[in-house]
């Protein structure tokens, strides 16, 4: 499995996501919520990130704006030459099919499955998809493939969901509180796991979190306030999840 290129031919960075005057606004009964107001944001090839705010920043919002999820109210998002804002629905699922991996605070594993059948799920549907069994042994679970998810630790059961985002072989993969529901010692697994991932196979990797601990695994930490981008930092000096505490 060959790592995609992080730069352009020119030496550049290479830029997966770029968003200009990103906007989404919805309506709260009377009330016009401004989830995101004008946001400008660069994600580069290969590259480890943490988005870090307070409930009601944004974050979620950007991460489903980025994944396809969801629509902006106004502005651009782009998947390299893609404009995401004006693509069709079919075109929408087919980018979120075969170049994004999602993994979310909760693991959506089906109970009658084993391990190596919820990762089958995905494998089954995508263009260039790696084996289970390879994707469970990237996140530790070899010895677990036939193991049903009431068999499995919380820590276990997110590795799973792990292993099922990044079975297609993404390019992307975007994270939600991935450790929300984890306590400290199983989300560090889970945390090494992504970050195994990333430099393993050079998947851009995006990570939200209200956690500022997080923050100091990512090769860039991005503050988001009120819908906006507050801050943007590189950080030289990435720790190991081994390393945080929290």
Request: hydrophobic share 40%; with cysteine.
């Amino acid at each position: 499995m060959n790592a995609p290129e992080k730069t352009t031919p020119d030496g550049q960075r290479r830029v997966v996501f770029r968003t200009r005057g990103l906007c989404r606004t919805y309506r709260l009964g009377e009330t016009e919520v401004h989830a995101l107001r004008g946001v400008d944001l660069d994600l580069y090839a290969g590259e480890l990130v943490v988005m870090l705010g307070a409930s009601g920043s944004g974050k979620s919002t950007l991460l489903n704006l980025l994944g396809g999820l969801d629509a902006a109210s106004s502005g651009e998002v782009f998947y390299g030459e893609q404009d995401l804002s004006r693509v069709s629905e079919r075109q929408l699922t087919r980018f979120r099919r075969d170049h994004v991996g999602f993994v979310f605070q909760f693991y959506n594993l089906i109970s009658s499955l084993t391990a190596r059948e919820n990762v089958a799920i995905v494998t089954d549907i995508c263009e260039r998809p790696m084996p289970p069994e390879d994707a469970l042994a990237l996140v530790g679970l070899g010895e677990r493939l036939d193991h049903f998810p009431a068999q499995l630790s919380g820590g276990e059961q997110q590795r799973v969901a792990i292993a099922r985002a990044i079975a297609k072989q993404p390019a992307v993969l975007l994270c939600d509180e991935p450790t929300g529901a984890l306590d400290s010692q199983t989300g560090r697994q889970v945390l090494n796991a992504l970050l195994d991932i990333n430099r393993r196979l050079g998947t851009t990797t995006a990570i939200i979190t209200h956690n500022a601990v997080i923050a100091e695994m990512a090769h860039r930490v991005i503050r988001l306030r009120d819908g906006r981008i507050a801050d943007i930092a590189d950080n030289p000096s990435p720790r190991s999840p081994d390393e945080l505490a929290w």
